[in-house]
């Protein structure tokens, strides 16, 4: 069923709400990443505002869905997500990286229990989805009332642990478990194609015999389509690669690997204003 008008204005007007979030605890850090978070804000909105069975106020409830950060360190769009769902306060994101805080730089379920796990090695996340879904499948004798789904970044997918992962979830036919895929083309030493490449990406999965989308990560009624139809299947695992643009809505950082690693406000990038200014631009172009 697709989204409303009035609904996809809402979730579009949320998904900035929490881009500004993002600027604004990436600023008061001085530190974290900027690209990613940025760049996935829509497919988080949709999840957490549309598509998950969750209760802020009772985030350990038995038939919640799970979500599975694996590309630990785009979490300031998962707590600037949370927190707009009513996890904890918003005030509380000024937080970030400071120390003893509940939000720390890559995620800890220690230290905020809501988490579904702790995140930071690249390349493991898949494994624990993976595990948490054959669990499922196991305790409630292979329909499982819940879905658990992996978020994963395209650079990270260099690591030789999600291809054993995706051969498992493929084995053991985890009907249950959605995997998504930050396709924006950038890691941290530069785009995905030049330093390791991934193409031909959904002929990859589709080899590992996952079901496979691919959705502008920026369009609302695609993404929650897309979650949709992957609930439909059944007998296999779903992948979900989502094309977004790393450093979405800020001019300077869009399309650019340099911000996949850095806030606004601390480096002189070629491009961007100078950095007493950069977290005011960044800001005024969300706010326009």
Known sequence: MLLTDQEVKTLEKKANDIRISIIEMLAEAKSGHSGGPLGMADVFTALYFNLLKHDPKNPQMPERDRLVLSNGHICPVLYATMAHAGYFPVSELLTLRKFGSKLQGHPHREFLPSLENS???????????????????????????????????????????????????????????????????????????????????????????????????????????????????????????????PGRGVSYMEKRYEWHGVPPGISDISGAPEKAQQVKVALDDLKD
Not at 206 to 221: I, L, P, T
Request: aromatic share 8%.
């Open 119 to 245: 995140s930071g090695p690249l390349g493991s996340g898949l494994s624990q989805a993976v595990g948490m879904a054959l669990a499922d499948k196991i305790d409630f004798d292979k329909l499982s009332p819940r879905y658990v789904y992996c978020m994963l970044g395209d650079g990270e997918l260099n690591e030789g642990q999600n291809w054993e992962a995706l051969m498992l979830g493929a084995k053991e036919k985890l009907g249950n478990l959605i995997a998504i895929v930050d396709r924006n083309n950038i890691q941290i030493d530069g785009y995905t194609e030049d330093i390791m490449p991934l193409l031909p990406l959904y002929e990859k999965f589709k080899a590992f015999n996952w079901h496979v989308q691919e959705v502008d990560g920026h369009d609302m009624d695609s993404i929650v389509t897309a979650v949709n139809k992957a609930k439909s299947v059944f007998e296999k695992p779903s992948v979900i690669i989502a094309h977004t643009i």
